[in-house]
T-cell receptor, first 112, second 111 residues
């Protein structure tokens, strides 16, 4: 079945870039997503990329997709304390309708 | 903006009770989903629905059921609550292949 993996924790200094990584096993992925969850809140869609794209940039966010290695990353430029949250990658896949398979989430801590 | 509303942010119930979690969306989305979130496990799909009166089992449906009598409302039911169902429950909705939008979650404690 589908499997999506992320490291559990990442700590960066304010102003540095953060890179959150994700690997997935399903070669029939259609879309790949990044969601952000702040403490006590639901999930907020940050960005998503179609599986035949390599890169997508949206202001401070850059998504890179290496389809050969099944590796997805989210780069946050000029990381701020307000970026502290849990970040989830997720995928939909061919034949799966609109069902999402989530990674375990990466807790990003931004230090002053 | 899409609005997905979950009826309670926090809920405390007792073992054996029948528990209803309600979710309403205001964007006429045909797809609705229920997940539970546990530390270190991410989000796991319990049940989903692609249309009124339609339901499909997700990855962890045991101990749960759902109801979708109206397009905007998707209810999750714990038939006889147990302590291992203490968790954060998240509802989401979407249209077609568009991204899912999430509610704020219900933190459920079963004592």
């Amino acid at each position: 079945g589908e499997d999506v993996e992320q490291s559990l924790f990442l700590s960066v200094r304010e102003g540095d870039s953060s890179v959150i990584n994700c690997t997935y096993t399903d070669s029939s992925s259609t879309y790949l997503y990044w969601y952000k969850q702040e403490p006590g809140a639901g999930l907020q869609l940050l960005t998503y990329i179609f599986s035949n794209m390599d890169m997508k940039q949206d202001q401070r966010l850059t998504v890179l997709l290496n389809k050969k290695d099944k590796h997805l990353s989210l780069r946050i430029a000029d990381t701020q304390t307000g970026d502290s949250a849990i970040y989830f990658c997720a995928e939909t896949f061919t034949g799966g309708g609109n069902k999402l398979t989530f990674g375990t989430g990466t807790q990003l801590k931004v230090e002053l | 903006d899409v609005k997905v509303t979950q009826s309670s942010r926090y809920l405390v119930k007792r073992t054996g009770e029948k528990v209803f979690l309600e979710c309403v969306q205001d964007m006429d989305h045909e797809n609705m989903f229920w997940y539970r979130q546990d530390p270190g496990l991410g989000l796991r799909l319990i049940y989903f629905s692609y249309d009124v009166k339609m339901k499909e089992k997700g990855d962890i449906p045991e101990g749960y059921s759902v109801s979708r009598e109206k397009k905007e409302r998707f209810s999750l039911i714990l038939e006889s609550a147990s302590t291992n169902q203490t968790s954060m429950y998240l509802c989401a909705s979407s249209s077609g292949e568009q991204p899912q939008h999430f509610g704020d979650g219900t933190r459920l404690s079963i004592l």
